[in-house]
């Protein structure tokens, strides 16, 4: 079963900066396309990020709604997934969850979810 742990969530003023991280228990990143989705209060959930498999690293893709202010990375060493978000605002407050599949993310749904982590941005 792979369990994937997310932190890095709080409360943060707007225009700025939040850092989450997604520990897994894979034991290896490989093959596997990781993602970032959020969910606020009364919506659905909403794909942020993405970053597919690749022996040379994968590449990245973004809906235009966070493009250019968030990044996802992945670090293979400690098995863990980042999404650095910058220029916060208050619609981007929702919780946010790691998600790892076997496809290119939103299309293919993601194999496994973690638990969330509150991200609230402040006016």
């Known amino acids: 079963q792979v369990q994937l742990v997310e932190s890095g969530g709080g409360l943060v003023q707007a225009g700025g900066s939040l850092k989450l991280s997604c520990a897994a228990s894979?034991?290896?990143?490989?093959?596997?396309?990781m993602g970032w989705f959020r969910q606020a209060p009364g919506k659905e959930r909403e794909f942020v990020a993405g970053?597919?498999?690749?022996?040379?690293?994968?590449?990245?893709y973004y809906p235009d709604s966070v493009k250019g202010r968030f990044t996802i990375s992945r670090d293979s060493a400690k098995n863990t997934v980042y999404l650095q978000m910058n220029g916060l605002k208050p619609d981007d407050t929702a919780i946010y969850y790691c998600?790892?599949?076997?496809?290119?993310?939103?299309?293919?749904?993601?194999?496994?979810w973690g638990q969330g982590t509150q991200v609230t941005v402040s006016s």
């Open positions: 998600a790892a599949g076997s496809g290119v993310m939103p299309s293919i749904p993601p194999d496994y």
């Open positions: 970053l597919s498999w690749s022996w040379s690293g994968g590449s990245t």
């Open positions: 894979l034991r290896t990143f490989r093959g596997y396309d």
